[in-house]
């Protein structure tokens, strides 16, 4: 059984048991959280597709940590001239254990 929920502007496909890391969620380490945009579930054979969500279907996750992803850097530069500029970025993320999901 999986399905795909929506949060943070992004999809993610998830099964009971999977940690995923989505954007950051204002949840402390172990406290529950309720997916309740389902774009899609899936149990055996049979499929089940929103238009766009899936009435009364959702998913609860455990909130395992919370931090920033490596550095990303970026780096511009522009050849004969002495432009060039270095910066970085360190994504925050929320991972997430699914527990459930209920459709």
């Not at 995923?20 to 949840?27: H, I, N």
């Not at 309740?36 to 940590?65: C, F």
Request: proline share 2%; hydrophobic share 40%.
């Amino acid at each position: 059984m999986y399905a795909v929920i929506q949060t943070g502007g992004k999809q993610y496909r998830v099964a009971e048991g999977d940690i995923v890391r989505v954007e950051l969620l204002g949840k402390e380490p172990k406290q529950i959280v309720v997916f309740d945009r389902v774009l899609l579930v899936a149990k055996d054979s049979d499929l089940m597709v929103g238009q766009p969500l899936v009435e009364g279907a959702t998913v609860e996750a455990e909130v395992i940590r919370q931090d920033r992803a490596k550095k990303v850097y970026i780096f511009k530069k522009k050849r004969t001239t002495t432009y060039q500029r270095t910066q970085g970025h360190r994504q925050s993320f929320t991972e997430v254990r699914i527990k459930g999901i209920n459709a």
